[in-house]
């Protein structure tokens, strides 16, 4: 039997209940001894149920940072406290799982990288939909060289009418924007890892705010108010990257189209592409002088592409993959720099609508 690894929940709303502690419950050899919430009732809540007979409650996470027995923690907190929460953690020796987005701003993520690399504590973002078996199949054709130089991509991140009214999703203090840093930033993580380029050159990007103040919503998740809705409600980018490569994320809650096309991307290389649109894999090219898309059969036997892995959810895949790391002391799926420059992006996305002009990195 292995070591047992203790952890901690700071933050147990939407996605520690939806996400991390259900998929924590199915990994071997760890213990959810320990859960923070400033609304102390959805801590014992969650303590009740994903917790340890004796698993405390906290409501300040400096306090569950003391105890010395937690060996990993995972922030569940809205954007604004993911930089500091996950750097007083590090510094309190814990390895640290943060929701996405990384962070508000870059200078924030950029903190919590450099608090990794000095502490020598592993830290993760929840990027769990590279967990999918669909983009584990493209990446494998990418690592395999079946697309070639990838040029082109588009990351998508675009719903009709599903605008969260939950939390605190539409206030511009806590979360630092709307779709863009909340559902673009999946998108743009995906198609980052599938070109396998981390090196910007230049981005242009636009925010609208259009549909927030309609009285007519037909909203998803039920009608928002709009006093309370201070972020955009669509956000689209253009990236060109330091080798010519160029990157159109699309992203919005709320945009007049037929289709919504969330958590997914189209990538086009010199010797073939590949889309995940509609949850599918199709891999293109020209064979026999004839145009061929291959939809691989991904439901037989599950994915299992990483050494010690299960296949399951893109969430159970996610925990399981993280507490491996840890436990062999290797790489996360979701490295840190890599999150850092999808914040970076999604960064100057907002200054380039800000002020009209492009942005440009070093
Ligand atoms: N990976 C995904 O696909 C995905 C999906 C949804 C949300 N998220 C991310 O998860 C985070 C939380 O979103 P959510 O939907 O769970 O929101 P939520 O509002 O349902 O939950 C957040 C919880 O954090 C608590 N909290 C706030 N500040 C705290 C603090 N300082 N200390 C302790 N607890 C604190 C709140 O009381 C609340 O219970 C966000 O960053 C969001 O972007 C990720």
């Known amino acids: 039997m292995e070591k047992i690894l203790k952890i ?42 994903f917790g340890t007979p004796d698993a405390k409650v ?35 020796g814990k390895h640290v799982m943060c929701e996405k987005p990384m962070a508000k701003t870059y200078e924030e993520a950029k903190a919590m990288c450099e608090a ?53 999703f539409l206030n511009e203090y806590e ?13 743009l993580d995906m198609t980052l890892w599938v070109m396998d380029n981390y090196e910007p050159e230049m981005v242009v990007g636009q925010t609208f705010r259009k549909l927030a103040d309609q009285e007519e919503q037909g909203n998803a998740w039920g009608n928002w108010d709009p006093k309370e809705f201070t972020v955009e409600d669509s956000a689209f980018g253009f990236i060109k990257m330091k080798n010519g ?27 073939g592409g590949a889309d995940t649109i509609n949850d599918q894999a199709r891999i293109n090219y020209i064979k026999n002088q004839r145009q061929c898309i291959e939809i691989p059969n991904l439901d037989a036997g599950g994915a299992a592409f990483f050494e010690g892995q299960k296949s399951g959810s893109p969430a159970e895949m996610e925990a399981s993959s993280w507490i491996h790391a840890i436990r062999t002391d290797t790489d996360p799926v979701v490295l840190p720099r890599q999150a850092l420059v999808v914040t970076r992006i999604l960064e100057a996305i907002y200054e380039s609508a ?3 002009k492009p942005v440009y990195f070093d």
């Open 58 to 92: 906290y409501e300040d996470y400096k306090e569950l940072l003391k105890d010395e027995s937690i060996d990993v923690v995972h922030v569940c907190t809205p954007n604004r406290s993911h930089s500091f929460i996950t750097i007083d953690s590090l510094e309190a």
């Open 354 to 356: 800000k002020t009209g």
């Open 245 to 271: 490569a160029i990157i159109n994320l699309e992203s919005s809650w709320a945009l007049n189209i037929a289709d919504p096309q969330e958590a997914c991307y189209m990538i086009c290389g010199e010797k």
């Open 8 to 49: 901690g929940i700071i933050g147990c709303g939407g996605i520690a209940n939806g996400k991390h502690m259900p998929a924590l419950q199915k990994v071997e050899d760890v213990e959810m001894v320990a859960f923070c919430d400033i609304v102390k009732e959805r801590a014992e809540k969650a303590a009740k149920k």
């Open 175 to 187: 979360q630092g924007g709307g779709p863009l840093i909340d559902i673009g930033t999946h998108a």
């Open 116 to 168: 990794a690399e000095r502490t020598g504590k592993k830290l993760s973002i929840g990027y769990q939909n590279r967990q999918t078996d669909e983009n584990l199949y493209v990446k494998k054709c990418a690592e395999n060289g079946e697309f070639g130089e990838i040029y082109y991509g588009k990351a998508l991140a675009i719903r009709r009418r599903a605008v969260p009214t939950w939390g605190v």
